[in-house]
């Protein structure tokens, strides 16, 4: 069975149809292919690269580290030099999954649930990273911690994480308040916390554990994921009952009669949700699970970039 | 409000489908998966009121929407206020004879009645169907800026007009329309002469509004009659008029443009003027009186021949009492000895020629070939015995004791039958020739022995056998007349000349004045046109009086009257239409509502 050609050669894959994209291989591939597609698109940074990257010599002092003498010099012109780098420390990124059921649910069959999307995000997010030779780690919640995969920048870390992606999830709950501090334990030093969800979850926990994330020096991005319908409310049903399933909580009304109060309603919450997480300092970015990879992925990069 | 199919109203009872579905809304079976119920439910926190009121608007719009499809499918009939009234064919006969030409305080009669049917023409719509129909019988058709310009241009009669055939035209277009509302308006001023005598059948069954003039007519004074005398002048002659009114006046006589004689008259008191006019051959004159109110019956028209007076043969075998007549006319200078105007038995027949039936029956054979010769086209039949009454002009009065059957050869034309016995012609005369069927002795008739018969015979030779010819018909304005034999035009009083043919009928032109019948470029006859004597009687029916004789019908006062009582403003319609419309704009207050939320569509 031969492999399905790159759509990298005709179409960027980070530009694709979400739903249209993940139809064309297994996760790994698919993330690969967004990745190229995502580099291949961007601008050359003016940065010089995320790596450990020589910049100019100074004088030994005693104290230095005796890795960082070039010793080349020493033995050429019998000068005691210390090579200095513009980056001397790699990005520590934890990604933060939410897999619980409110995640595993989609209102058209040709888009992904938003946990298919997620997942799809996380891993391509990660090999960016890594490529980037980030330290990436992965955590997934829903009433629980349901996978924990440290920090680390060696390239098999993505396939750690790929197969973290893979573990069962889907519960009553979502404890990403856990989740996040958990997140914040993982990174010792300052580093960057990404949460992927749906934040359908208490927002004054989320709230209290973003600030204290914030306190510690992270950098905190929100990327949530809405399903079109829970924007719209564009749903093809007459007088119907609606049933949350994660919390069971219900709701009859006739979506026609409501649509535009109720989209008045998700745009105040995204309103408060920015405006919350603005007042901690976090980066927030509400994502439609219709939009391609290179939307929340390029959100997420300029991110980092924020950082160096 | 009725309804043309109420067994549709049964459709409104789908009324309960959004009732039901509005009450059990909380009780629907479909349940759906939507993890963001928590927006779900703060939408409600947030705007309960407004998704109840909503909710309640929507559902009394949905009842309404079904409810008024139900109403509409159910056809029904009944008022819509405010939405003006229902097609209506409208007949507006406006009486143009020639009393509407009176004057009254608010100007002339014809310019308020001709007011009144500009304000109906206001009040009308375009679904209107609209005819104007006159005195005359004519009728215009159109909307009402058509029918407005025609009423600009619209004039009074010279006569009475026919005020049974404008109602029947006006009843008869009306009801070719096909329009369910229909009226005929009747504008007059029910004057008794014309409109006494209206039957309700004349508008088939059409209802009518009627519009009278309030107040009495004032008084009118008018020329009833005028009669030349002779009817042939030579060249001298009178002119007698008959006057009728409450007051003295002036009066003339114009022949030709030239004032002959005039004088001023008493109230019921005969006008007459001796005159000897300088024209020769058909002339034509008028007698005017000082005008009045109604100006146009101030006028009268009359015709007369002026010339030599006829030069007679009188047979030698003639009867007493003929010679008698033909000395008395010689004598009194309306007839010449030694002309060629033969009178005579028939058996001695040739043309000109006034001939009568052979006293002795053994002569009517010779008779007839006398009258085959000279190429006269009547036999004489079968004699008969009396005695039998005569009729026609001049001879009323008298009887036949003996005469015989006249029978026409082939198809005889510009024949006149003068008068008649029983059915049968009497006096006939025809391209030359008079010929009576009774020969001129005491034993056959006694018309000889009678007063009338010296102006008989100075009838008979001055308009049937002199140059005149023709003689002269009097008529009514629009009257069909028929053409005089030999004559080949008819002269309008302007001059204008039509060709005509003799024996033909003519209908004469709806204007009073001289017309001339012409042969080969002369003048051989007249016809005299006034209008009736009776219309200058001006006093009217009362508006009940006229309403019962046209059956019934509405009698309307004032502009806005008019208009209620001719398009029943406010009346029964069919409503389907606008139950549909309501229906329309239901769906769409129903989409707008549903789509947009009430606060958005209350801001918009």
Redesign the interface.
């Known amino acids: 069975m031969t492999a399905p050609a790159s759509p990298a050669a005709t179409v960027r894959a980070d530009l694709m149809d979400p739903g249209t994209l993940a139809a064309l291989g297994r996760l790994e591939v698919i993330s690969r292919w967004i990745v190229d597609g995502l580099l291949a698109g961007l601008h050359r940074s003016p940065k010089k690269g995320f790596s450990v990257e020589f910049a100019e010599h100074r004088a030994y002092q005693p104290g230095d580290d005796l890795r960082f003498m070039d010793w080349k010099v020493a033995a050429r012109a019998d000068k005691w030099l210390i090579k200095q780098y513009e980056e001397e420390t790699n990005l520590r990124a934890t990604i933060v999954l939410d897999v619980s059921?409110?995640?595993d649910?989609k209102s058209r069959p040709q888009l992904l649930t938003k946990l298919a999307y997620g997942e799809r995000l996380v891993a391509a997010l990660s090999l960016l990273l890594i490529r980037q030779r980030d330290s990436v780690g992965l955590i997934r919640f829903d009433d629980q911690l349901r996978s924990v995969v440290p920090p680390k920048s060696r390239t098999v870390q993505w396939k750690r994480i790929l197969t973290a992606l893979a573990e069962p999830g889907a519960g009553q709950g979502s404890d990403a308040a856990g989740a996040l501090s958990q997140a914040g334990k993982l990174i010792r030093r300052r580093g960057m916390v990404i949460l992927v969800s749906?934040l359908?979850l208490d927002s004054q926990e989320i709230d209290d554990t973003v600030h204290a994330l914030r306190a510690q020096g992270h950098d905190v991005t929100i990327l949530h994921l809405l399903?079109p319908?829970?924007r719209t409310?564009d749903?093809a049903?007459?007088?119907?009952?609606?049933?949350?399933?994660?919390?069971g909580?219900?709701?009859?009304?006739?979506p026609?009669?409501?649509?535009?109060?109720?989209g008045?309603?998700?745009k105040e919450?995204i309103d408060e949700w920015r405006a919350r997480f603005a007042g901690a300092g976090a980066f927030y970015e509400p994502i439609g699970t219709d939009q391609p990879f290179g939307v929340p992925l390029r959100r997420a990069f300029a991110a980092r970039q924020r950082l160096y | 409000m009725s309804f043309l199919a109420p067994w549709a109203l049964l459709l409104a009872a789908a009324v309960g489908v959004p009732l039901v579905?509005h009450l059990l809304?909380?009780?629907?079976?479909?349940?759906?998966?939507?993890?963001?119920?928590?927006?779900?439910?703060?939408?409600?926190r947030?705007?309960a009121n407004?998704?109840r009121l909503?909710?309640l608007l929507?559902m009394l719009l949905r009842v309404g929407i079904v409810l008024a499809i139900a109403l509409a499918a159910a056809r029904p009939i009944g008022p819509l206020p405010g939405l003006g009234h229902p097609p209506t064919a409208v007949a507006i006969v406006i009486d143009n004879s020639l009393s509407s030409a009176a004057a009254g305080a608010g100007g002339p009669l014809l310019s308020r009645l001709t007011a009144s049917a500009r304000a109906l023409l206001d009040a009308s719509n375009t679904a209107d169907r609209l005819w104007l129909v006159t005195m005359d019988g004519a009728v215009t058709g159109g909307d009402a800026g058509t029918l407005g310009a025609a009423l600009g241009g619209l004039r009074p009669l010279d006569g009475a007009g026919d005020a049974a055939l404008a109602l029947r035209r006006a009843s008869a277009v009306v009801r070719a329309s096909g329009v369910p509302a229909q009226r005929v308006v009747v504008l007059t001023d029910a004057q008794v002469s014309s409109w006494g005598a209206v039957s309700t059948e004349t508008l088939g069954g059409v209802p009518a509004t009627i519009v009278v003039p309030e107040g009495a007519p004032g008084p009118n004074r008018a020329l009833t009659e005028v009669v030349t005398e002779p009817l042939h002048w030579d060249p001298r002659g009178a002119v007698r008029a008959t006057m009728r009114g409450a007051d003295s006046t002036t009066w003339r006589v114009v022949l030709e443009g030239r004032t002959l004689a005039r004088g001023s008259a008493k109230p019921g008191a005969a006008i007459l003027a001796h005159v000897q006019p300088i024209a020769r051959g058909w002339a034509s004159g008028t007698v005017e009186l000082g005008p009045d109110e109604l100006r146009a019956d101030d006028v009268r028209h009359f015709a007369v021949h002026v010339g030599e007076p006829p030069a007679v043969n009188l047979d030698a075998g003639a009867s007493l009492f003929l010679r008698g007549a033909v000395d008395a006319l010689v004598q009194g200078g309306r007839a010449r000895r030694g002309g060629s105007v033969l009178i005579a038995s028939a058996e001695r027949a040739r043309t000109p020629g006034l001939l009568f039936a052979p006293a002795d029956p053994l002569k009517v054979a010779d008779a007839n070939r006398a009258l085959e010769r000279a190429g006269i086209p009547w036999r004489f039949g079968a004699r008969r015995e009396g005695p039998a009454p005569l009729r026609g002009a001049g001879v009323e009065g008298a009887v036949a004791r003996s005469w015989y059957v006249l029978s026409a050869v082939g198809t005889p034309a510009g024949v006149d039958t003068l008068a008649r016995v029983g059915a049968a012609p009497w006096v006939v005369s025809g391209d030359g020739y008079v010929l009576v069927a009774s020969a001129a002795e005491q034993s056959a008739t006694d018309l000889p022995v009678r007063a009338a018969f010296v102006p008989w015979l100075d009838a008979l030779l001055s308009q049937r056998l002199a140059q005149s010819g023709a003689g002269v018909i009097a008529a009514v304005p629009g009257a069909l007349v028929r053409v005089p034999s030999r004559a080949d035009q008819l002269e309008a009083p302007d001059g204008s000349l039509r060709a005509v043919q003799s024996g033909a009928q003519v209908q004469l032109p709806w204007t009073a004045g001289v017309h001339f019948w012409r042969r080969a470029g002369e003048r051989i006859g007249a016809v005299v046109v006034n209008g009736e004597a009776s219309e200058s009687e001006l006093a009217r029916l009362t508006g009940a009086a006229l309403a019962d004789s046209l059956g019934d019908a509405a009698v309307a006062s004032g502009p806005d009257g008019l208009a209620r009582a001719t398009f029943n403003v406010g009346g029964s319609r069919s409503l389907e239409r606008s139950f549909l419309v309501l229906a329309l704009l239901l769906l769409v207050a129903e989409a707008i509502v549903?789509?947009?939320?009430i606060l958005?569509t209350a801001a918009a």
């Open positions: 059921r409110s995640m649910w749906d359908l399903d319908a829970e409310f749903m049903a007459g007088e119907s009952e609606f049933v949350d399933p994660e919390q909580e219900s709701l009859a009304v006739t026609a009669d409501v649509r535009e109060l109720y008045e309603t998700v919450a | 579905l809304r909380r009780r629907t079976g479909a349940r759906i998966d939507f993890p963001a119920v928590r927006y779900l439910l703060r939408m409600e947030e705007h407004e998704v909503k909710n929507l549903a789509r947009r939320g958005k």
